[in-house]
């Protein structure tokens, strides 16, 4: 079953619009949501959730029109978007207790474990928290209610990389319990750690949507040692950029062959790739 299914989601602004949003995402995958800043990321999951309204467009979560059943629907998922930036003179334990009670599976048991993984003190307010601790007080309040779905926008920014690395690991637990997560991210190797698939984003489009490893399959990253890109095989190269020595780029696996021996061809990984089809 998919736990999300975005279809023709359209968002106009004047200067910025979501074009024909398409994607999904299956029950107990990891999808992670990539793309530069500005390309849309927070729009789509803003759109996705009826935080802001998208100007058209089909949204279904667990198989539910999100227009017909958005009470039932919230109720089944977190969605953390920066820190916690509300009653930011309360105790954290005031704002918990106001939250527990708009979740009928809220589970104390699981809030007291992440909130000591977190080294998360109660008697504190959000605004003595660092930007980093705020995040994780807003992840705990995500990850208390037995949410069958995570939508975070950012979940990684300002953490240690310690951290970072325990989040991670939390993400892969509940994967195992068969709990869908959508993030966005600009940091690539978090990536590398936990996401099965990716949905990629460039200028409001959709620009690839699949398995990670399939996304990575379709390119090598090349390196040229030439003062200029030759003419010959420029159109080959997508992203060419001066380096060091030379020039890097990043090719179709299918054009691999039709390149001279002077260009050496390696895997890409996906900050190389992304880089390069940004400068496309």
């Known amino acids: 079953m998919e736990a999300l299914s975005v279809k023709g989601l359209c968002k106009e602004y004047p200067s910025f619009s979501l074009k024909?949003?398409?994607f999904s995402v299956e029950q107990g995958a990891i999808m992670d949501f990539i793309g530069r800043n500005g390309a849309g990321k927070t729009t789509t999951l803003k759109s996705i959730l009826n935080l802001v309204h998208p100007s058209r467009g089909?949204?279904?979560?667990?198989?539910?029109?999100l227009?017909?059943?958005?009470?039932?629907?919230?109720?089944?998922?977190?969605?953390?978007?920066?820190?916690?930036?509300?009653?930011?003179?309360?105790?954290i334990k005031t704002i918990t207790n106001v939250t527990r009670r708009f979740y009928d599976d809220w589970d104390e048991q699981a809030y007291r474990r992440y909130m000591?993984?977190?080294?998360?003190?109660?008697?504190?307010?959000?605004?003595?928290?660092?930007?980093?601790?705020?995040?994780?007080?807003?992840?705990t309040l995500a990850l208390s209610h037995r949410a069958k779905l995570l939508i975070l926008d950012?979940?990684?920014?300002?953490?240690?990389?310690?951290?970072?690395?325990?989040?991670?690991?939390?993400?892969?637990?509940?994967?195992?319990?068969?709990?869908?997560?959508?993030?966005?991210?600009?940091?690539?190797?978090?990536?590398?750690?936990?996401?099965?698939?990716?949905?990629?984003?460039?200028?409001g489009e959709i620009a690839a949507s699949m398995p990670l490893k399939?996304?990575?399959?379709?390119?090598?990253?090349?390196?040229?040692?030439?003062?200029?890109?030759?003419?010959?095989?420029s159109a080959l190269l997508i992203g060419a950029k001066p380096a060091k020595r030379g020039y890097t780029a990043i090719v179709n696996k299918?054009?691999?062959?039709?390149?001279?021996?002077?260009?050496?061809?390696?895997p890409v990984d996906l900050?190389?790739?992304?880089i390069h089809l940004e400068k496309e």
Request: with cysteine; net charge negative.
């Open 20 to 22: 024909d949003v398409s």
């Open 58 to 65: 089909e949204i279904r979560f667990f198989d539910m029109e």
């Open 67 to 91: 227009e017909k059943n958005e009470l039932e629907i919230k109720k089944q998922i977190g969605f953390v978007s920066g820190g916690v930036d509300y009653y930011v003179k309360k105790k």
């Open 116 to 139: 000591a993984q977190f080294e998360l003190d109660e008697s504190k307010t959000p605004d003595q928290l660092s930007a980093g601790m705020k995040v994780k007080y807003a992840l």
């Open 154 to 203: 950012e979940p990684t920014s300002g953490l240690d990389p310690v951290s970072r690395d325990d989040l991670l690991d939390v993400f892969l637990s509940l994967q195992r319990e068969g709990v869908s997560i959508l993030f966005s991210t600009h940091i690539t190797s978090d990536l590398d750690r936990c996401a099965d698939s990716i949905t990629y984003i460039r200028r």
């Open 214 to 233: 399939q996304f990575l399959g379709q390119y090598m990253a090349a390196e040229i040692d030439a003062d200029a890109v030759p003419a010959d095989i």
């Open 254 to 266: 299918r054009d691999a062959a039709k390149l001279p021996a002077f260009v050496r061809l390696a």
């Open 271 to 274: 900050e190389t790739a992304m």
